[in-house]
């Protein structure tokens, strides 16, 4: 019998990558605790964390490279070897090309980011400019409104120097575990904290100030705020005149949004958003935390949270201690690797219809009617996907993207687990696990470490990079120009490369298992624009977006942030709102849930076996629905079933449902036109709906 050893490594579930000791016994992945005797880690470790060994052994882990033996989307398949599956991607993948040109090829990541830059490098090599990510739906959309008025990175708030601090939708305490202690931290130092969210959640009960406004509303109420803040002269009047474009424009703008006004359309009492409006700006240095998806899953997202962004210029909290600051580079190279997207002038897919997304401009296209473009083969034909982690569930109506990648020539999806987005691939290709690789990781300030391979990977699975490497290496045996010197070099290469700006090797921080403090690259500074000026295309922070004003009459977009209210919109989309009352809000976050992934979990998913559907208990009274009962969910777009769920976090008016369901999935329930025209995000937040008993609660019991 062997001894249990404790492995240094990550776990990578979800986002964070969290050190963890894993336990392991006989080569077996036994348990998962929190990483001990390493820099800010507790010990701790969320519940989808501890979850590992039914992640790792998973029933549904794709083992061996699979190709397809059956019909397309008929779901049978064969074993093949590795050799044969890099042959025939290379082949398929260099017929697309030659027949149909490079961009009709898209190269895709899910929600996983490790491996992105890699895969950015094989589709710059390849020459197409149609990289796509989960991006689609996810943080984007809040970087482009970001990037129209300051024109560089989101700046985050200062945490440790911040006196207010406003979550503007962010409900950490599920969605980002590892921040709660600082969380707990900021408010045991006295930091006023004011917390934006449609629902009473753990996190807005430690808040002072709760704006429980309807979903989607925000732009107004941060346009009265604004109003309030000029009114009442608590604006950085010096910084506004200096350093902003169109404030004459916005400050008559915002009259339009008195606080009785705004209360009206955002259920927010007037006088708090005055509290809310003098807090912010008058008990500073203050900041503001973002979130990278519920304001921007709206279809007037972008313009909204350009009003919420707006109030950082107008109060002075710009790159200031304490404010949101230009980061003083997160000094994490491996981040910066390759992430440049080569256009030699080709349109990208996404382009005609959102063309602000690449005048911002972002390293990706814009893939969100992936469907359409397949389909329509417009603006021209995509006819492959390389795809790591594709799951259609994120789209909305991700049936018809399921029927839409069946029609392809060629698609491959390297997957952890079975899923049903596999079933229409001509080769499924097994990935690994963070527990199954070795990988470098930049930590905050500069910091690095190494995650350790705790077990061998399970069946003949792989790290996704060297599987990127492979296809690589491939393709330039048949086609010598399509090289990249670093993807060629091999995986150590490859975490050297990612090294080497920091000073530190490979050997080294391999036997430092508490990680290694790296060369510094940047030092942190203030009020940068005292010594170079906005990226933006006037010098300042537009108030007033040229780059938006650019598609006034062709897009209809508009410099200022305009609020646009999606309930008087429900007219343009062919919806008839009474049939709809109640508006749809899905995906807010689980702690168990991680959008489509863990519901084949039973630690985790088991939870919810079919959607809850989590509604007020006056709407279960006014529409006949008692709590248990088995409910349908129609909207415009569609219908689901799942189970009613008395909750009084959110007020009456708004069902709340978690997507990715393999039981009954809410993206069934969003129009898959419905979207914001800036930057292409579905308003997965702010539908319609109405709920009925499905009158089959017997078939329970
Ligand atoms: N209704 C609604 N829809 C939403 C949202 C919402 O709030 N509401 N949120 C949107 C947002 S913000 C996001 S980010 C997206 C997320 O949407 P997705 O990115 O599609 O997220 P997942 O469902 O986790 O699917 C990712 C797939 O990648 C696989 N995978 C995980 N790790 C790896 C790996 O290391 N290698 C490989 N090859 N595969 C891996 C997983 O098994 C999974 O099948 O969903 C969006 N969709
Ligand atoms: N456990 C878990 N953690 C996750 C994920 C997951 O799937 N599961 N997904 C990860 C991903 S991809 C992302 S993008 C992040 C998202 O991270 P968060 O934004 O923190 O997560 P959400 O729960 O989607 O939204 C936060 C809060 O926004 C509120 N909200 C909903 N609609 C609106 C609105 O219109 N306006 C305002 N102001 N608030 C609104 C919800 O009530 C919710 O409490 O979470 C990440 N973390
Ligand atoms: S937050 Fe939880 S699931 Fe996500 S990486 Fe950390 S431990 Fe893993
Ligand atoms: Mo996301």
Redesign the pocket.
């Known amino acids: 019998m062997s001894e249990t050893k404790i492995v240094k490594t990550t776990c990578s579930t ?2 964070p990558c969290c050190e963890v000791d894993a336990y392991v016994k006989d080569g077996k992945l036994i348990s998962v605790e929190g990483a001990r005797n390493t820099p800010m880690q507790s010990g701790g470790l969320c519940a ?1 964390g501890v979850a590992a060994s039914q992640y790792v052994y998973n029933k549904e882990r794709v083992l061996y490279p699979m190709k397809r033996a059956g019909r397309k989307g008929e779901g049978r398949f064969e074993r093949i070897s590795w050799d044969e599956a890099y042959d025939m991607i290379a082949d398929n993948l260099l017929r697309v090309r030659r027949t149909y040109g490079a961009k009709s090829t898209v190269f895709y990541a899910g ?1 996983a980011k490790w491996y992105r830059p890699a895969l950015l490098r094989l589709a710059n090599a390849y020459g197409t400019p149609n990289f796509c990510t989960e991006s689609s739906t ?1 943080f984007q959309a809040a970087a482009l409104a970001w990037r129209s008025l300051y024109g560089n990175m989101i700046c985050r708030p200062d945490l440790k120097n911040t006196k207010t601090l406003i979550l ?5 305490y ?3 575990t590892p921040m709660s202690p600082m969380y707990k931290d900021l408010k045991k130092r006295g930091v006023k904290v004011i917390d ?4 009473h ?1 753990v996190t807005a009960h430690d808040a002072d100030i709760h704006l429980q ?1 309807i ?2 509303t ?1 732009g107004a109420l941060a346009l009265s705020m604004a109003q309030v803040i000029i009114e009442e002269k608590l604006y950085d009047r010096e910084f506004v005149e200096k350093y902003v474009y169109g404030f004459e424009e916005y400050r008559e703008y915002v009259q339009e949004f008195l606080p009785q006004k705004a209360e009206k359309i955002t259920g927010v009492p007037a006088e708090l958003i005055r509290l809310a409006a003098r807090t912010y700006a008058g008990n500073g240095p203050a900041g503001i935390m973002f ?5 921007v899953h ?1 279809i007037n997202g972008v313009q909204n949270y350009r009003a919420v962004f707006s109030l950082i210029a107008l109060t002075g909290n710009y790159d200031i201690e304490g404010g949101n600051r230009t980061q003083p580079g997160p000094f994490s190279p491996a981040n910066e690797f390759g992430r440049v997207r080569r256009f030699d002038g080709e349109e990208a897919l996404g382009q005609r219809e959102f063309p602000a997304w690449f005048d911002l401009p972002c390293d990706e296209a814009q893939c969100i009617r992936l469907a359409d473009y397949i389909l329509d083969e417009k603006p021209y034909p995509v006819k492959a996907v390389f795809a790591m982690g594709l799951n259609h569930r994120m789209w909305p109506k991700p049936e018809r993207l399921k029927l839409a990648l069946e029609k392809l020539d060629f698609y491959v999806n390297a997957e952890l687990f079975w899923s049903k987005s596999c079933d229409g691939a001509d080769l499924v290709l097994p990935a690994c696990t963070s527990y199954e690789r070795e990988q470098v990781h930049t930590g905050g300030g500069g910091r690095f470490f190494f995650s350790n391979k705790a077990i061998e990977p399970v069946g003949e699975s792989k790290n996704d990079i060297e599987i990127i490497m492979e296809v690589l290496r491939r393709m330039k045996v048949r086609e010598p120009g399509i090289a990249d010197e670093i993807l060629e070099g091999g995986y150590e290469a490859y975490m050297e490369y990612i090294l080497k700006p920091s000073g530190l090797t490979l050997s080294e921080l391999k036997s430092h298992p508490k990680g290694m403090q790296g060369r510094n690259l940047y030092q942190p500074s203030v009020k940068t624009y005292e010594k170079e000026p906005f990226h933006t295309p006037s010098g300042k922070v537009e108030f007033k977006s040229l780059i938006l004003e650019r598609y006034r009459d062709s897009h209809g977009y508009s410099g200022l942030p305009r609020y646009g209210d999606y309930r008087e919109h429900w007219n343009d989309f062919g919806i008839g709102r009474e049939e709809y009352p109640l508006i749809l ?1 899905t ?5 168990q ?3 489509s992934r863990l519901y084949r979990m039973s630690w985790l998913g088991g939870i919810e076996d079919v959607p809850l559907v989590e509604i007020h208990p006056k709407d279960g009274r006014k529409y006949g629905v008692a709590d248990g009962e088995n409910v349908r969910i129609t909207s415009p777009a569609g219908s689901v079933t799942g189970i009613a769920a008395y909750n009084n976090q959110g007020k009456p008016g708004v069902v709340y449902i978690y997507h990715g369901s393999p039981n009954g999935d809410a993206n069934e329930l969003i129009h898959k036109d419905y979207v914001d025209p800036i930057s292409g995000f579905p308003g997965f ?2 539908y319609f709906c109405r709920i009925e008993r499905t009158g089959q609660d017997e078939d329970k019991v």
Do not use: E
């Not at 503007?168 to 950490?172: A, F, I, P, T, V």
């Open positions: 979800c986002g989808k929600y996810c503007w939708s962010s409900n950490l599920h969605s980002n934006v969210d449609p629902r959640t406004l979903p989607g925000d979130s990278a998806s519920p304001v709206h809000n995906g807010s976050r689980k702690p849930l991680f959008h937040k702010g």
